[in-house]
């Protein structure tokens, strides 16, 4: 069931290294440690130029870590959004806080993001201005569980699940992890059957 699955949160996510509680990323860290702490933690990626964005992404990961406790939920803070563009894109980072307004110029490559090509996002939950996305691969599981954490222990934060768009719309899709959580579909372990 899913208690099990708790236990196993999240074993590949992102982030540098630590610093007075709170993730920085920077570019010269050394990677080996990088990678352990993602394999630790589940790292919100915010930008420092997008103060409601970190607010929010903070709040996510203060709910996350109360109801996930093993995700040690986190907040990685770029220099700006281009950072978090650079992370999605070469797949450093699996979940950021983004504006509605950047998260669809990021998912489409354009403007700013050009230079980094279409990125596969998913939305877990949004508000009126924002929106946690993850990486298109993102385990229908983690997605699943972010949203149900987010939804249950996030009232007053105006998060939602975004629904299913038509294929000609150009919004971020729904992960579908998430989409389950909000249709109410159980979600089993990718590869194993029961």
């Not at 939602?160 to 768009?165: D, E, T, V, Y």
């Amino acid at each position: 069931g899913r208690t099990h699955n708790r236990g196993a949160f999240l074993s590949q996510i992102i982030a540098c290294e630590v610093a007075t509680g709170s993730i920085l990323l920077c570019g010269h860290s050394p990677y080996r440690q990088w990678q352990v702490y993602r394999k630790t933690h589940l790292v919100i990626v915010t930008s420092r130029d997008d103060l409601a964005g970190d607010d929010l992404g903070e709040k996510c990961a203060a709910i996350v870590r109360t109801a996930l406790p093993d995700s040690k939920a986190a907040v990685g803070r770029g220099p700006g959004v281009q950072r978090i563009a650079s992370l999605m894109s070469t797949r450093q980072a699996e979940v950021a806080v983004l504006s509605r307004p950047n998260g669809l110029a990021m998912y489409h490559g354009e403007g700013t993001f050009e230079q980094y090509g279409p990125i596969a996002l998913r939305v877990v939950v949004e508000n009126d201005t924002h929106q946690l996305v993850c990486r298109e691969d993102f385990p229908l599981q983690h997605g699943f569980l972010l949203a149900e954490a987010l939804l249950t222990g996030g009232t007053g934060l105006g998060l939602s699940i975004p629904p299913i768009n038509s294929a000609a719309s150009r919004d971020i899709p729904p992960h579908a992890g998430a989409l389950a959580f909000a249709e109410g579909r159980a979600v089993l372990d990718e590869g194993k059957q029961h």
